[in-house]
């Protein structure tokens, strides 16, 4: 049985769209001459995941009842949210 060629997928990217090279692009960059790392980056131009907030909220291990664990979880994704509401609700937060 012949074996099949999956189609060959290019994904060339002109050079002209690139965006320009800014002075701090260059102070964090790596270079190297002929395959040898003369300068080695120092670090990236984008933070990753979310910035850290103020008052994160922390992570509790809670006892509920059955059924009321059921009423939140029946209403769909977000039920700790809403459990957080309701709790904050009852103290006047």
């Given at each position: 049985?012949?074996?099949s060629e999956k189609p060959i997928i290019t994904t060339d990217v002109d050079p002209d769209d690139?965006?320009?090279w800014t002075p701090d692009v260059f102070e964090r960059a790596e270079f190297s001459e002929g395959g040898k790392v003369v300068r080695r980056s120092t670090g990236t131009l984008a933070r990753r995941g979310r910035p850290p907030l103020d008052r994160p909220k922390q992570q509790v291990t809670l006892r509920l009842d059955q059924d009321v664990l059921?009423?939140?979880r029946g209403q769909g994704p977000g039920w700790q949210g809403r459990i957080n509401?309701?709790?904050r609700k009852a103290v006047k937060i």
């Open positions: 049985m012949p074996k690139a965006p320009a059921d009423l939140f509401a309701a709790l």
